[in-house]
Nanobody
Framework: QVQLVESGGGLVQPGGSLRLSCAAS??????MGWYRQAPGKQRELVAT???????NYADSVKGRFIISRDNAKNVVNLQMNSLKPEDTAVYYC?????????????WGQGTQVTVSS
């Protein structure tokens, strides 16, 4: 029923910034978030957020990434600052979890983020 569409990925130099957006086709009452998967590695949690604004971040991105949510537009964003080559991955939008540490049942198709000189 719910479709998630990501946008904003691309190529950026180390130390640069990107802003990812995810638009949901329907109203999301539960948590939304971002996960990423680098080549040869398993998918991992990046940041999650409840409808009321409570957040959870992976230790590797704390202080650099900011997740936000616009409930009126059914959109979740990820502002990524001070990007590192280690951040290179496909980033996936997620929705539907009842908590902030496990993924919900809805996934976007992913958007590539490449951090390289």
């Amino acid at each position: 029923q719910v479709q998630l569409v990501e946008s904003g990925g691309g190529l950026v130099q180390p130390g640069g910034s990107l802003r990812l957006s995810c638009a949901a086709s329907g109203i999301i009452l539960r948590a939304m978030g971002w996960y990423r998967q680098a080549p040869g590695k398993q998918r991992e949690l990046v940041a999650t957020i409840t409808r009321s604004g409570t957040t959870n971040y992976a230790d590797s991105v704390k202080g650099r990434f900011i997740i936000s949510r616009d409930n009126a537009k059914n959109v979740v964003n990820l502002q990524m600052n001070s990007l590192k080559p280690e951040d290179t991955a496909v980033y996936y939008c997620n929705a539907g979890s009842s908590n902030l540490w496990t993924a919900g049942g809805y996934w976007g198709q992913g958007t590539q983020v490449t951090v390289s000189s």
